[in-house]
């Protein structure tokens, strides 16, 4: 049976993927279920074995794997350098030096570009670090939270070592298409990052607005007159997340009975410096992050365990939670390449180049994957699952518009970006609102307006070059 025969009805699975993450707020399961109807739709009653078999070959599929392994290990190095608190060490050190709120602001924007190896470390880290000094000078907490959210997937993005690009460099090294760009899936991602155009901009927009080049306008403006005008560092509707002197519980942090313990850490710079130097060093040396990544674990156990920083079952502890941490990224990855094979399948890519194709040109693709992408991570909060679900229905269409497939898979980073920044409830808006004790809703519309001019022309730049290189 040939799935391009399916016409019309092959849309229903990427359709119901909508719905279901719509109403269910479920990624994992929203990809499971969109990814049987596919399966019902070619097999109709006797679906099961063969979907099941499909489920054990995206399970068992090597490539996939030795991403998974890498996002799992990098769960396990973050946690440690969460707790080990040496980069903390880091705002003690500035409280001799700094003089100046436009010194704290930049201080905080340096923290993210150093911090770059996790986007939630990045967050968690920089907050404890400046937002104390960032109260002294009297600076807004739209204001901190703003440069916090925008240094750290972006930065991440862009400084090739981290578990956003061992993520993505999986789910483009799962298309065949995307072969011509480059050998590996590492080298495909290497490739691409000059077409990142939305990450690029907003790290250098930040520094912009702190110095005053781009102006204060909307929230941020008019956080800057409540402060001026009242002295409330946060608005009114975040006063309850500023009662007592903890930061609370915050998505990404160790919250067990435990974590009272990592009072009794001293930060210590080195805690942190030598272990990243450590992952690296290795990485550029060996040529692949897997070696740096667990050599790194290995030089925590060295650092950590015998100095009695931690005991060796604290250690284990520390690593299980790491585990934990990165098990939804893993099995996203694991369920979207069982979804991809599902659309494959019944013929969606085909079905929409022999559609769409005639109308489609090669020079807006870019642009218009650019935007739609973003509008749906947007609305979804989904920005590890759409990228995964998008990419096999887009770079086909990519391959027969004849649009360029670097700056393709460029856009669709871009997009990601961008969802994750600007929905008001994605995992890094909720942890950057959480650990600058503000309201995630007054943060995300106070940012509206800076998000708005980088998208505008990043997406500007895609039609451009779109238009460029078809």
């Known amino acids: 049976m040939d799935g391009t025969n399916l016409g019309i009805i092959t849309l229903i699975p990427a359709l119901s993927f909508l719905v279901f993450a719509l109403i269910t707020k479920k990624c994992i399961l929203s990809i499971m279920l969109s990814g049987m109807l596919g399966y019902m739709l070619y097999y109709k009653a006797s679906f099961f074995m063969p979907m099941m078999d499909a489920l054990i070959s995206a399970s068992a599929d090597a490539d996939n794997n030795y991403i998974v392994i890498i996002c799992l290990l990098f769960g396990c190095f973050v946690q440690l350098l969460r707790y080990s608190r040496g980069a903390l060490a880091v705002g003690d050190l500035a409280r001799k030096y700094i003089k100046s709120e436009k010194q704290v602001l930049l201080l905080t924007y340096l923290c993210g570009l150093v911090i770059f190896i996790d986007d939630y470390l990045s967050i968690l880290v920089t907050a404890n670090c400046v937002r104390d000094l960032a109260d002294e000078h009297k600076t807004p907490r739209e204001m901190l939270c703003y440069i916090i959210n925008t240094t750290s997937a972006p930065v991440c993005l862009?400084?090739?070592?981290?578990?956003?690009?061992?993520?993505?460099?999986?789910?483009?090294?799962?298309?065949?298409?995307?072969?011509?760009?480059?050998?590996?899936?590492?080298?495909?991602?290497?490739?691409?990052?000059?077409?990142?155009?939305?990450?690029?901009?907003?790290?250098?927009?930040?520094?912009?607005?702190?110095?005053?080049?781009?102006?204060?306008?909307?929230?941020?403006?008019?956080?800057?007159?409540?402060?001026?005008?009242?002295?409330?560092?946060?608005?009114?509707?975040?006063?309850?997340?500023?009662?007592?002197?903890?930061?609370?519980?915050?998505?990404?942090?160790?919250?067990?009975?435990?974590?009272?313990?990592?009072?009794?850490?001293?930060?210590?710079?080195?805690?942190?410096?030598?272990?990243?130097?450590?992952?690296?060093?290795?990485?550029?040396?060996?040529?692949?992050?897997?070696?740096?990544?667990?050599?790194?674990?290995?030089?925590?156990?060295?650092?950590?365990?015998?100095?009695?920083?931690?005991?060796?079952?604290?250690?284990?502890?520390?690593?299980?939670?790491?585990?934990?941490?990165?098990?939804?990224?893993?099995?996203?990855?694991?369920?979207?390449?069982?979804?991809?094979?599902?659309?494959?399948?019944?013929?969606?890519?085909?079905?929409?180049?022999?559609?769409?194709?005639?109308?489609?040109?090669?020079?807006?693709?870019?642009?218009?994957?650019?935007?739609?992408?973003?509008?749906?991570c947007f609305a979804t909060g989904n920005i590890w699952s759409i990228p995964a679900i998008s990419t096999p229905?887009?770079?086909?269409?990519?391959?027969?518009?004849?649009?360029?497939?670097?700056?393709?898979?460029?856009?669709?980073?871009?997009?990601?970006?961008?969802g994750a920044q600007a929905c008001f409830y994605s995992d890094v808006t909720l942890l950057s609102a959480s650990a600058c004790r503000i309201n995630n809703v007054d943060y995300a519309v106070a940012q509206l307006p800076y998000i708005g001019i980088v998208t505008a022309i990043s997406f500007f730049g895609y039609v451009v070059a779109g238009f460029v290189m078809s």
């Open 158 to 376: 862009i400084i090739p070592i981290s578990a956003w690009v061992v993520f993505f460099s999986g789910i483009f090294g799962q298309q065949p298409e995307a072969a011509v760009v480059g050998d590996s899936a590492m080298s495909i991602y290497y490739n691409i990052m000059p077409y990142f155009f939305y990450p690029f901009l907003c790290v250098l927009f930040v520094p912009l607005v702190i110095l005053g080049i781009v102006p204060k306008m909307g929230g941020i403006k008019k956080a800057y007159q409540r402060v001026a005008e009242t002295g409330q560092l946060w608005p009114e509707s975040s006063n309850m997340m500023n009662q007592g002197d903890e930061i609370g519980e915050v998505m990404g942090a160790i919250t067990d009975s435990k974590a009272k313990q990592e009072k009794e850490i001293t930060p210590r710079l080195w805690t942190f410096v030598v272990p990243m130097a450590v992952v690296i060093i290795v990485t550029l040396w060996l040529n692949d992050i897997l070696y740096g990544v667990s050599i790194g674990i290995f030089a925590c156990f060295v650092l950590f365990v015998p100095t009695k920083m931690m005991s060796l079952g604290k250690f284990c502890d520390v690593c299980y939670k790491g585990l934990e941490d990165m098990l939804f990224i893993a099995v996203v990855l694991v369920t979207s390449l069982f979804y991809r094979e599902s659309i494959s399948l019944i013929g969606l890519p085909d079905y929409l180049i022999e559609v769409a194709g005639p109308y489609m040109s090669s020079a807006w693709l870019p642009a218009i994957a650019f935007i739609l992408v973003g509008l749906v």
């Open 393 to 418: 229905i887009i770079l086909p269409l990519a391959v027969a518009t004849g649009a360029s497939i670097p700056l393709t898979l460029g856009a669709i980073i871009s997009a990601a970006c961008f």
